[in-house]
């Protein structure tokens, strides 16, 4: 018993997490894979059009705003079937207002890859940035 009701909130979670990331509002466009939110930008590095393992990086400058922050970045990729879960590279704490992390793993030559950051709990996505 105990078994299965692990697997239906793991499953409840799940979906749970997937209408959130549905939802968040994406990030207005911007060249080079950037995207304006209401008080920064938000961006993504990396190369797309070629598969293999490359390094991505997503960044955020805080702007008109006072303090630093702590915020969670990541990517997210997709094809044109599927949407993967974003890959988290970790948290950071804004420095004179901005942060950045990155890490490698693999893209297939035809998937799309947009940047992805927590902050208080809402998720903020860049625009695809597609191959």
Same mark, same amino acid.
């Given at each position: ?12 979670? *799940? ?6 990331? *549905? ?48 915020? $969670? ?18 948290? $950071? ?33 860049? $625009?695809?940035?597609?191959?």
């Amino acid at each position: 018993m105990n078994i299965r009701r692990s697997l239906g909130i793991s499953v409840t979670v *799940a979906a749970l997490l997937g209408t959130t990331l *549905a939802t968040a509002p994406p990030a207005s466009a911007t060249p080079a894979g950037c995207g304006d939110l209401s008080n920064g930008q938000l961006c993504v590095r990396g190369r797309t059009g070629t598969s293999g393992n490359f390094r991505f990086s997503t960044l955020y400058w805080r702007s008109g705003a006072r303090g630093e922050i702590t915020v $969670k970045l990541g990517s997210q990729r997709k094809t044109d079937r599927i949407i993967a879960f974003p890959l988290w590279f970790g948290s $950071k704490k804004t420095r004179n207002g901005y942060a950045k992390l990155s890490k490698r793993h693999h893209i297939s030559r035809h998937e799309c890859v947009r940047g992805v950051m927590e902050y208080k709990r809402d998720i903020y996505f860049t $625009k695809w940035r597609c191959p």
